[in-house]
């Protein structure tokens, strides 16, 4: 085929209008006058590389010459329908140019009864970004969708427009009984609606209360505290709108109530402690001094008229203040024993069991291995402090004392054959022990089923530092 003159492309259209030209110019999609056979009448390009094949094969070429079979069928049957119906057509394809598929739309105008114009832009570009932010939109609504903490959206007028499945969860309610309602009239406890009303009216009135606290109850009764936070953002449309984002901070709560009751029960031990070495301390050593200090008086006093009534009353001192000397020393054993401190805790664990008036077995790795100081004395306290219980109340036989390096652990178990049913309550010297181990950041465990023994388990980290 022969290809027509070059000057007969679009730059030279029938009319000579010059308004028409310089409306033709300012377009910057490329423009292609072609004929209802296929044949290519003209065309104008800012660029050459708008062009699929050289300049000299467009004009006098066929559509179906110069574009893909499904192409060039689409491209001819809207300009074929645009001449005969005299109105638009719009299509949209796709073209591998330059090894890059490309997205394109063409506009299709009739332009005389045998012709029709066929403007072509290139959106790929627009394309990409609607399909990145598609996908940005479903990551957005994944990760709301899936987020722990809970999410709603509401209007100026507080009523919901949305929740997000964790909130559906907490609340056991569907996203459809949400929706239309005021937010505190679902969820949150009756007597935290008013002050949430508040809040709310302050937050629209450009006060924000910043993060509030409300109780909430959960479908099985639970009682939920949680942390709630407001950010103003704007619908499609620009109409403001507050997503309110909730953080559960319900076992936040517990564990601070926990530490508050932890401390305050080490406080009551400790008092309990200091009484019970005062009582000690006058019932038993302050008593006998007093008694050493009165024999000492009487002596002095018969010295010289009966020597052997001042002797007697010398040895009676002896004997009262050896007394105090043996309960002093007990009631050191008690708060920190010195073999402990000079030989570690497979002596001082020993001891403990020798002294015992049943059989208590002791299993460890080596007597003489050390650990940190404060490991060594909780867990001498686990052992002294369940030992007592076996001989108060477990009504026992025996007992085994096993003490071992796990991990980074030193695992302290004592259990016995009794009878069972402990419990640690607080102030009892279980409890205490439990805070003890806790304050280490250790673990203690109680196990004492009725009639089938109990087992006392502490885990305390090696890592403790004084």
Sequence with gaps: MTAPPRDERLDRPATSDSTARALVAAIPD??????????????????????LTPPDEVIGYSVHERLPV?????VLAAGRRAVSEQEPQHIEYTLEVRGETRDYEGRVVACGPDEFVFIVRDFTERTRQERELERERDFSRAVVRSTPSFLALVDTEGTLLGVNRALERAAGIPEEAWIGLPFWTLFIVEQDVERAKHDFERLRDGDAPGVVEYEHVAPDGERLVVDWTATIVHDAEGAPRFLLCGLDITARKQVEEEIRRSRARIVSAGDAERKRLERNLHDGAQ????????????ALRELRSDPDRAEQHLDRALEELTTAHEELRELARGLHPQLLTLQGLGAAVRALAGRAPIPVTVVMVDDGQRWPPLVESAAYFVVSEALTNVLKYARASSATVRVAPRDDVLVVEVSDDGCGGARPEVGSGLGGLRDRVEALDGTFELDSPPGAGTR???ALPLAAEP
Excluded: C, M, W
């Design 30 to 51: 490329p423009i292609f006058r072609i004929g209802v056979d296929g044949t290519y009448r003209g065309f104008k390009v800012d660029s050459e590389e708008d062009l």
């Design 70 to 74: 499904g192409v060039a069928d689409a």
């Design 287 to 298: 008593q006998n001094l007093v008694s050493v200090s009165h024999a000492v008086h009487l």
């Design 456 to 458: 006392v388990h502490a």
